[in-house]
């Protein structure tokens, strides 16, 4: 409890220190002399882009400012497509300036707005990543790890501290808002129900965890992580509390560039990735390969007090865990730009995943009296692979009217698992033998298209479609052994076929406008499923059709070029996955039973959010109040059964709301010590549910974590970083406090080719697990302690570094600014 009160002092100090800043900044504000009394009818524009590949940079600041005095004649940020337009400037001579994280403040003297032409069109206007040249060695600033804007959070992987030897689930350890569990499973401000995409469409492997998916990408082979909190309707409405994308990597600079990384930790952990990208003309390939092996080990405890007749019970469970985790995955494709309006893109990824793990449960039972009245013990054996293979076709047009283009996308993802496991469970002279097994299949198609135009002077206009067609079998199994018949029985009561087809056919459309410093976007989305689940081998079946209507708002409100608010709405669902729909029983612990349920419906959101986010120099602040009402929540229920065996299953409870604040910060308190910190503060309730036999539950909550930067030497640095997550509550669970610290050096050489790093997790092993649950005549304690902390070693190097220096020159950077437009 003492280190999390100490990293709260911390983060308490750096958040005054940022409005002890802000005031500061403020006071210097509003002096200088006006411009002259003229009428304002000048208007900027143009488009602002990344020089080394041309994509759009989104939110830059662009302020333009007039040369006679200095001061602010305007300013505004640029839109998702780079594009931005200022109006009501004075006549006048100016300069503009603009700057976005990460990249060179661009600077644009002598622009002239003039009565007889008072319109002015910058063109393509292009940023550079921060670089400057000592002793003729070009050194690449960095970009900032990561970068706040009100719809979104952009977290660069590069400069996180799990890029070094750490898989997804360690990036997402460090976002803010973001927890894991003890299974490597994610939630967002304090819900499990998040969507998590890779390069913007759903991986498709529905018949895994998201902890699964997560532990085999390296956090090497990842370009950066998007947070979207409260997403418009162009995105899929599933996920209570918002989507994580994860961008893999991938460039499009001229010529071949690439990147290899490889890193060993304690205990037998190693992973690699290569990342190559050859790009010439109107053909672009790329390639990606990454592998990780390793091997980690766990314990725990679990105490169930049982009472029954005004006596209490009690079973003790001590368990440990050899882990095992291998992947290979690999992706690939080709860019090819038919001509100046049309672009196709062709790209395959293979996945294969092999889990393997070994057990032990030694389980005691102890009367009233506390005497032991039976042991046994249950050891098992078992192992997973999954095999995945992804097709992705996407089509994109742009045209002579700026601002206007069409996409489309036809993904096709097939993917299977095969799963067995050993059991062997002993008690004084018997022994029982169970063997189980498992065979999932997945096959998955996805269309989709967008198309986007203008409409009048302000307006525009945004449509698609999107069509997911799934199908899903699960066969699993048990079988015991007959000692008399000297064979294998099958186990009826576990024996289960669940098939499940599922479509979802969407349309939507946003209109979005402005007035003034006030944007506003209006959108639409409806929605029809159809699905069907069977369990063959009772022929019951389940059938399920609807429509559905999710509409959202975004209104935004610019103060200043640095300061800015937004209100949104969306409605949203979070839909019952596979396993919870399964009734399949498992008995991997037969004194602990877990099934789904096929009748569960899914669980309706409605999310509001208000943001404000503020920057100076290179300093910004970001805070967001948040509400969400749920109905229909889907939650874990555990029951004890009569034969002292409990049960657990899903259930739809009644409804919930979830309300808070967050607040996160970037600060650069000296060139050598940068540093950001998040904290979020929310509280959650589920209303009383007859059904699940449950009372109304409340639980205030919070996170915090803090990243610190300290580049103490040239081309070397140091990272910490802090986690720290209080009690949650659930519907009968309540998880204990978490926090932990890692801590990473870094060193770059062969002029910033190579890099050198070090990452040392959890450094005080102090992260563990504990809960309570609580049901109808029980109470369960369980404690588990994962091996977290590793150290890790890892090398990196950078084929051709980007071609950084190339690209400046092919873009003609060394002509003066206004010859470039």
Partial sequence: MKSSKTLLFLIFLFFIQFIYLESVAQGGQGRGGSMADRPAIGILKGKIVDDSNGSAIEYSSIAIISMRDSTLAGGTISDPKGNFRIEKIKPGRYYVRVQFMG????LINDVFIKPDSPEVNLGVVKLHSKAENLSGVEITAEKEMMVSNLDKRIINVDKSIAAIGGSAVEVMQNIPSVTVDAEGNVSLRGSNKVTILVDGKPSGLAEISSSDLLQQIPASSIESIEVITNPSVRYDP????????????????????????????????????????????????????????????????????????????KLLQNQTMDNQRNSNNLNTGIDFLIDNYNTLTLSFQYRNMDFSNEGNVLSQNYDSQNSLVRTFNRYSNSSREIES????????????????????????????????????????????????????????????????????????????????VKDVEMKNYLQDYDYDLNEWVLNPLANNYFDYFEQIHAIYGVYSSFYKELKYQVG???????????????????????TSLYPSVHISYEKSPAQQFQLSYSRRVSRPSNRQLNPFIDYSDSLNIRYGNPKLDPEFINSLELGWINSWGKNSLNSSLFYRYTTGIIDQIVELLEDGVTATTYQNLTSGTSYGLE???????????????????????????????????????W???????????????????????SPEVEAQEREDEVYFVDAALRYDFLKGKASLSMRVSDVFNSRRFSSQTTGDGFFITSDRQMETRIGYLGFTYRLNNYNRQKEKERNGQGESDMEEF
Avoid: C
């Avoid at 308190?669 to 309730?685: G, Q, R, T, Y």
């Avoid at 990272?719 to 720290?724: D, E, K, R, S, V």
């Fill in 389 to 468: 293979f992804n097709y992705n076709v996407s089509y994109k047009k742009t045209f002579s009217t700026k601002g206007k283009e069409l996409t489309a996308d036809f993904m096709v993802t097939d993917n299977n698992m095969s799963g067995s496991q050993d059991i062997i469970q002993t008690e004084l002279l018997d022994t029982i033998l169970q063997y189980s097994g498992s065979a999932n299949a997945n096959l998955m198609y996805l269309l989709q298209s967008n198309y986007v135009t203008s409409l009048g002077e302000k307006g525009r206009i945004e449509t698609g479609f999107k069509s997911t």
């Fill in 663 to 701: 607040m996160i910060g970037n600060r650069e308190f000296a060139p050598w010590f940068k540093a950001n910190a998040n904290v979020s503060i929310f509280k959650n309730i589920i209303n009383a549910s007859e059904a699940a036999r449950l009372e109304r539950i409340e639980a205030n909550m």
């Fill in 103 to 106: 990249y060179e403040t661009r």
């Fill in 238 to 313: 599933d996920g209570a509390s918002g989507i994580i994308n994860i961008v893999l990597k991938k460039k499009s600079l001229q010529g071949l560039n690439g990147q290899i990384s490889a890193t060993a930790g304690t205990g037998d952990r190693y992973n690699g990735s290569l990342n190559l990208n050859l790009r010439q003309n109107r053909f672009n390939a790329f390639a990606g390969y990454d592998t990780r092996r390793g091997q980690f080990g766990s314990t725990g405890e679990t105490i169930r007090l049982t009472t029954y007749d005004a006596e209490t019970s």
């Fill in 703 to 725: 996170t915090a974590k803090i990243n610190l930067t300290f580049n103490f030497m040239k081309n070397a640095s140091l990272m910490l970083a802090g986690n720290y997550r």
């Fill in 524 to 546: 639409l989305r409806a929605e029809h499923l159809i699905s069907s689940s069977e369990l063959t081998l009772t022929n019951e079946k389940f059938d399920r059709a609807y």
